[in-house]
């Protein structure tokens, strides 16, 4: 029996082989693929997970290390008869320090519980996503996320103050040690942001914090064109503090009225809308912010716009954007999540509209994301009269040509979801030959048996 020796680590409690189990823990966002694991362990302490990994190493067993399953690429699916190690009972806040402004976390704390931690104590967690509610940290720092607020606060990778980390050899290692100021050499911290669970088990992580925001403002503008949501971003953002810049077309705020619970917002359609959300800084922000509009309004880039009047509108406002992901989930999207220079928008995602447009008519596509960053969510929806697996075998010829165009811009064939199993035959199109080998001479160091989810990322 492979699973013999775990439970002198474990408790029965904390192994399960249920087929329920197996199924909900098996795997991710990526619900085309298919989650086949040989059990899921629930361990409680580093010491376990150091443990486990020392078992496996022995019984050269394959581990998925397992989040909260919110990931898009399939880096957290167990498909291939692994032991999940799902860090979702070391959900303990371990305590937080006021002069470091730090607050440490085991891994399966869930986003919204560290934001709210961090509220309750005077602080301000910003990284933050559609997927807070169920996204645990330990997630965060394996796909280094993003979301919304990045262009003002950065990804997660510049909140990680500390981590506690087992490797694939069994090592544990405390990382930084919240220190600010640490001249000692590499930093292994960050080879770990990122790193998909290939490399060690994150069982800690120590999270730095900031002020809170002062009040914010939402706005949302029916735009034109997409030269007219990148002149307005450039102009917000030399005017006022822009902390969210997200952008969705006509066809995605449809999907999204089509789930019957909110309005449509402005009286006028636009083909674009963007999102713009600022601090409110100063007395004058509100003015500034007036002016822009009028200049937008002028120069005919907006067709027309609101201003959140309440906190409730606010919210209202973002759940438009936020709400496409799950509005689509029905009529099985075909994701990818890419990123060009934001400068470079514009010109890409013309490209690629009229490469889809003329190869592929019958596909509707779903424009929309956090373009802020130049980081675009591309959603193909399936057309009915398509097999699933016709709709996948199409879209990975898509995938081809726009990757290859994705190269010749020097984008990311990920921002912000990761490689997982779904985009890993695509690396190259972003990484370059030297590059990849060596990130696999570093997964060699770090995990010398490779059983630390094999087969993701490389
Ligand atoms: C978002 O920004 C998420 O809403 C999900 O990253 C994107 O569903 C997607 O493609
Ligand atoms: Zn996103």
Redesign the pocket.
Known sequence: MPLKGLSQILKPSQISTDTQDLQVYGKDWAKHLKPNPLAVVFPTSTDQVRDIVLWARKTKTALVPSGGRTG?SGGATAANGEVLVSLSRMNKIVGHDSIDRTITCQAGVITEQLQNYAQDHGFYYPVD???RGSSQVGGNVNTNAG??KVLRYGLTRNWVAGLTVVTGQGQVLHLNNSLVKNATGYDLRHLFIGSEGTLGIVTEVTFQVTNPPKPLTVLLLGVENLDGVLSIYQLYRQRVPVTAYEMFTEEALGVVLGQGHLKRPLAEKAPYYVLVEFEQESAETNEHAMELFEKCAESGWVIDGAVAQTPQQAREFWRL??D??EA?APFE?Y?N?ISVRVADVTAFLTELDSLIKNDYPDFQVIW???IGDGNL?I?ILKPKNLSSEAFLKKCHEVDQHMFAMIARFKGSISA??GVGVTKRPYLHFTRSTDEIQLMREIKAVFDPDGILNPGKLL
Request: charged share 25%; aromatic share 10%.
């Open positions: 898009m996503f559609a997927a979301g919304i954007r936020e496409i992901s689509t999207p994701k999540d929309f994301g956090h969510h959603n912000e979801h």
